[in-house]
């Protein structure tokens, strides 16, 4: 028979090792050690001009184990597993998605170059991009999802300084705004040179390894808070970047230095909740659009920020976004109760079921009121600016049944006074 290309939810249980390297272990022990003993001095030698970056690996050569800051069996296992999902070259697995995040953004940015982001971002990343990036002589503008390709070209143009990379976060945390990953690629080339490609790095945290593949429009790196929807069950903290050979080994590279690699019980806990990723975003998602609609229709709900309600005429840039380069809604929205911060409140301090706690992608629903938390660094002009409201409240769903999550919506709804006022109408998203 011709050979078969298994699909990466299948391979999610295999791929990477074999049973015989672990007398005979059907899952990958947890190599927990801080050191690995070299068969010969010279097989030592190899292992370090590879890790320091002295000549890259020859044909056929394995990529040797020296010490777990550089490298550990199980987060290798991880990271070819988590190349499949995005068909990437290569994999580095932090100990935080803001690790990640960081380290992509210190090996390519240097003084001088301008960074151009989307907005909003993960209150995390905005701040150090905003307040720390500046420090150092790096430059930052900031893009909205309404302007063009012409308009982006004309600010940077504007600034006078070498674009090295475009940052993007799409959907954009909290409001689910999208970017066209196509535009932004074409932006990055206009300013690109043949001896300067200016990077785009796409923060994919929101979709997943599963609803969006931003390598297969242009990116160089895939970004995850692996924390959320790869761990997917609020038990460990991670974060994972995908991209080519010759990109990711600058990325481990620095990696090795700052320190900040994922220790081995973090990569089997990943390895073992990959398994069921597919599965359980599906769920999630498919359970999302219950919640929503319920939502959508609530009395003291204003409006809803939910991929699967942009309208094809109303919406239409954000629609024919979320057509071309999506593959799911998602599992992650937001809705404005009435009554602003005393209303989100009301909501937040009255749920039995859904925990009021920060995070999302996990197998538990999580809300949390982005104006004063995972966004209160963010300075309040600006988060008017992009609609995160006091009366907003960000819900990832999980995978409980959605029967449960919406009567829990429903009686924490109750408890939120009734403003007197027609509740405003909207079927789109934000943003």
Same mark, same amino acid.
């Given at each position: 028979?011709?050979?078969? $290309?298994?699909?990466?939810?299948?391979? /999610?249980?295999?791929?990477?090792?074999?049973?015989?390297?672990?007398?005979?272990?059907? $899952?990958?022990?947890?190599?927990?050690?801080?050191?690995?003993?070299?068969?010969?001095?010279?097989?030592?030698?190899?292992?370090?001009?590879?890790?320091?970056?002295?000549?890259? %690996?020859?044909?056929?050569?394995?990529?040797?184990?020296?010490?777990?800051?550089?490298?550990?069996?199980?987060?290798?296992?991880?990271?070819? %597993?988590?190349?499949?999902?995005?068909?990437?070259?290569?994999?580095?697995?932090?100990?935080?998605?803001?690790?990640?995040?960081?380290?992509?953004?210190?090996?390519?940015?240097?003084?001088?170059?301008?960074?151009?982001?989307?907005?909003?971002?993960?209150?995390?990343?905005?701040?150090?991009?905003?307040?720390?990036?500046?420090?150092?002589?790096?430059?930052?503008?900031?893009?909205?999802?309404?302007?063009?390709?012409?308009?982006?070209?004309? /600010?940077?143009?504007?600034?006078?300084?070498?674009?090295?990379?475009?940052?993007?976060?799409?959907? +954009?945390?909290?409001?689910?705004?999208?970017?066209?990953? +196509?535009?932004?690629?074409?932006?990055?080339?206009?300013?690109?040179?043949?001896?300067?490609?200016?990077?785009?790095?796409?923060?994919?945290?929101?979709?997943?390894?599963?609803?969006?593949?931003?390598?297969?429009?242009?990116?160089?790196?895939?970004?995850?808070?692996?924390?959320?929807?790869?761990?997917?069950?609020?038990?460990?903290?991670?974060? &994972? !970047?995908?991209?080519? $050979?010759?990109?990711?080994?600058? !990325?481990?590279?620095?990696?090795?230095?700052?320190?900040?690699?994922?220790?081995?019980?973090?990569?089997?806990?990943?390895?073992?909740?990959?398994?069921?990723?597919?599965?359980?975003?599906? %769920?999630? &998602?498919?359970?999302?659009?219950?919640? +929503?609609?319920?939502?959508?229709?609530?009395?003291?709900?204003?409006?809803?920020?939910?991929?699967?309600?942009?309208?094809?005429?109303?919406? +239409?840039?954000?629609?024919?976004?979320?057509? %071309?380069?999506?593959?799911?809604?998602?599992?992650?929205?937001?809705?404005?109760?009435?009554?602003?911060?005393?209303?989100?409140?009301?909501?937040?301090?009255? /749920?039995?079921?859904?925990?009021?706690? !920060?995070?999302?992608?996990?197998?538990?629903?999580?809300?949390?009121?982005?104006?004063?938390?995972?966004?209160?660094?963010?300075?309040?002009?600006?988060? =008017?600016?992009?609609?995160?409201?006091?009366?907003?409240? =960000?819900?990832?769903?999980?995978?409980?049944?959605?029967?449960?999550?919406?009567?829990?919506?429903?009686?924490?709804?109750?408890?939120?006074?009734?403003?007197?006022?027609?509740?405003?109408?909207?079927?789109? !998203?934000?943003?």
């Amino acid at each position: 028979m011709p050979n078969h $290309k298994f699909k990466p939810e299948s391979l /999610m249980m295999s791929h990477g090792y074999h049973p015989e390297w672990s007398e005979g272990a059907v $899952k990958c022990p947890i190599f927990q050690t801080s050191t690995f003993a070299f068969p010969t001095a010279e097989m030592g030698k190899a292992h370090f001009e590879v890790a320091y970056g002295l000549r890259n %690996r020859r044909e056929g050569e394995a990529e040797g184990l020296i010490y777990s800051r550089i490298n550990n069996p199980d987060l290798e296992i991880l990271e070819n %597993r988590l190349c499949l999902w995005d068909n990437a070259e290569d994999c580095a697995v932090f100990e935080s998605g803001m690790s990640a995040i960081t380290t992509v953004l210190l090996e390519f940015l240097k003084p001088g170059d301008l960074l151009l982001h989307s907005t909003p971002l993960y209150g995390g990343s905005d701040h150090f991009i905003r307040h720390f990036l500046p420090r150092f002589g790096i430059k930052t503008l900031e893009f909205h999802p309404d302007h063009t390709e012409e308009d982006i070209s004309r /600010m940077i143009t504007e600034i006078q300084a070498p674009l090295a990379m475009v940052f993007v976060e799409t959907p +954009a945390n909290p409001t689910n705004a999208l970017y066209d990953l +196509a535009m932004c690629r074409a932006v990055a080339d206009q300013f690109s040179s043949p001896d300067r490609r200016v990077l785009m790095a796409v923060d994919n945290t929101y979709m997943g390894p599963l609803w969006q593949h931003p390598l297969q429009w242009g990116a160089d790196f895939s970004i995850y808070s692996a924390t959320k929807y790869i761990g997917g069950h609020s038990d460990v903290i991670a974060g &994972a !970047v995908c991209g080519s $050979k010759e990109l990711m080994q600058r !990325v481990k590279g620095l990696r090795t230095f700052l320190g900040n690699m994922a220790g081995p019980w973090t990569g089997w806990l990943l390895l073992r909740s990959l398994e069921t990723l597919h599965i359980r975003m599906e %769920r999630q &998602a498919a359970t999302a659009a219950r919640v +929503a609609e319920f939502l959508r229709d609530h009395p003291k709900v204003q409006s809803v920020h939910y991929l699967g309600f942009l309208d094809p005429v109303t919406d +239409a840039q954000q629609y024919d976004i979320y057509k %071309r380069q999506y593959s799911s809604a998602g599992a992650m929205l937001a809705f404005e109760v009435e009554g602003g911060e005393a209303g989100a409140f009301a909501v937040l301090n009255n /749920m039995k079921l859904v925990k009021l706690a !920060v995070s999302l992608g996990s197998t538990e629903s999580l809300a949390q009121h982005p104006d004063t938390m995972t966004h209160a660094g963010v300075e309040l002009a600006h988060k =008017r600016a992009l609609g995160i409201t006091p009366g907003m409240v =960000r819900l990832s769903v999980g995978v409980e049944h959605p029967d449960d999550l919406i009567w829990d919506l429903e009686q924490a709804l109750a408890r939120v006074p009734t403003a007197g006022v027609a509740k405003g109408q909207m079927a789109g !998203v934000a943003g």
